[in-house]
T-cell receptor, first 111, second 114 residues
Framework: GQNIDQPTEMTATEGAIVQINCTYQ??????LFWYQQHAGEAPTFLSY????GLEEKGRFSSFLSRSKGYSYLLLKELQMKDSASYLC????????????FGTGTRLKVLA | DSGVTQTPKHLITATGQRVTLRCSPR?????VYWYQQSLDQGLQFLIQ???????AKGNILERFSAQQFPDLHSELNLSSLELGDSALYFC?????????????FGPGTRLTVT
């Protein structure tokens, strides 16, 4: 089957580093996306990984291991505004479901 | 501002009714996607159109239908509404048809069915 798993909630302190994990099972892998979604707002694109390894973009980095079906989003120097849900998403090329989103990890950043 | 617009922002209607949600993609984007987000189910992919043609279909109910017009705007029609259809409906757009393009999401339409 096709499935994405993420932790439901995480809590971290302002200024700290947090790692949000995502494991997936899909067919026809075409890369993995991370989106950020503040409560009641639209998701916004953070990163896209199609090859194994780490992609760094400012305070945010994303890692992918295709052989393990695993990705993580690393947030450094946490700020209060980083309190949001982080969605892992995988586009697939077969089956009824074209785009699969995880249920999201709700991150709370505490002062 | 993503450049994707959705109307209306809020919609309250009764069970059994029919509603139409409208989406205009970013300038230059040919793909439009529709998603449903409810509290207990996360973001569910409904359907994708590319340049006027249906491209991919997700878990869309038969009571729901969509289309993309020549000017690339799209409409999602929801009929015989049930209480469980209450959700936030997002439209997104991207440049290409494949899954490798980032999607830009509109602000959403919050549908409440009473």
């Amino acid at each position: 089957g096709q499935n994405i798993d993420q932790p439901t909630e995480m809590t971290a302190t302002e200024g700290a580093i947090v790692q949000i994990n995502c494991t997936y099972q899909t067919s026809g892998f075409n890369g993995l996306f991370w989106y950020q979604q503040h409560a009641g707002e639209a998701p916004t694109f953070l990163s896209y990984n199609v090859l194994d390894g780490l992609e760094e973009k400012g305070r945010f980095s994303s890692f992918l291991s295709r052989s393990k079906g695993y990705s993580y989003l690393l947030l450094k120097e946490l700020q209060m505004k980083d309190s949001a849900s982080y969605l892992c998403a995988v586009p697939t090329t077969s089956g009824t479901y074209k785009y699969i989103f995880g249920t999201g990890t709700r991150l709370k950043v505490l002062a | 501002d993503s450049g994707v617009t959705q109307t209306p922002k809020h919609l309250i209607t009764a069970t059994g009714q029919r509603v139409t949600l409208r989406c205009s993609p970013r300038s230059g984007d040919l793909s439009v996607y529709w998603y449903q987000q409810s509290l207990d189910q996360g973001l569910q992919f409904l359907i994708q159109y590319y340049n006027g043609e249906e491209r991919a279909k997700g878990n869309i109910l038969e009571r729901f239908s969509a289309q993309q017009f020549p000017d690339l705007h799209s409409e999602l029609n929801l009929s015989s509404l049930e209480l469980g259809d209450s959700a936030l409906y997002f439209c997104a757009s991207s440049v290409g048809a494949s899954g490798t393009y980032e999607q830009y999401f509109g602000p959403g339409t919050r549908l409440t069915v009473t």
